[in-house]
């Protein structure tokens, strides 16, 4: 919501955050209360502000832009003209999630490669 890229947020919360470990943390069900702070300060937000954040109400936001507009459905977002091209957003969203898994594949590798001069 707030727009902020992996990589960048872990390079805010210092050298021993990255992408993929991001990544990891928001693949989480529950976050310690730690890292929690941590996050928060990092994202210049109350804890309060990511305990308490609803989906739904989130959901309910944007399900109330559409708006009855004799007898059709018409979305305010129709008229809204962003400043970026949407096909270039997927573009940059796309390289950004193959470059995550490149470095996870990355990191898998190294791992898989320690594990085998373990076994020798």
Do not use: H
């Not at 069900?29 to 928060?40: C, F, N, Q």
């Not at 959901?59 to 809204?80: C, G």
């Not at 898989?112 to 020798?120: F, P």
Request: charged letters at 35%; zero cysteines; glycine letters at 4%.
């Amino acid at each position: 919501m707030l727009g902020i890229k992996q990589d960048l947020l872990a390079s805010i919360m210092g050298d021993d955050w990255t992408q993929i470990k991001i990544s990891r943390l928001e693949a989480k069900e529950e976050i310690e209360d730690g890292i929690l702070d941590e996050v928060a300060r990092a994202l210049k937000i109350p804890v309060e502000a990511i305990k308490n954040f609803d989906e739904e109400a989130a959901i309910s936001i944007v399900a109330n832009t559409f708006t009855d507009f004799k007898d059709n459905a018409i979305a305010s977002a129709m008229n809204y003209y962003p400043s970026f091209n949407p096909i270039d957003k997927i573009v940059e969203i796309l390289e950004q999630a193959n470059k995550g898994l490149k470095e996870e594949i990355a990191e898998l590798r190294k791992e898989n490669e320690k594990l085998r001069k373990g076994k020798k």
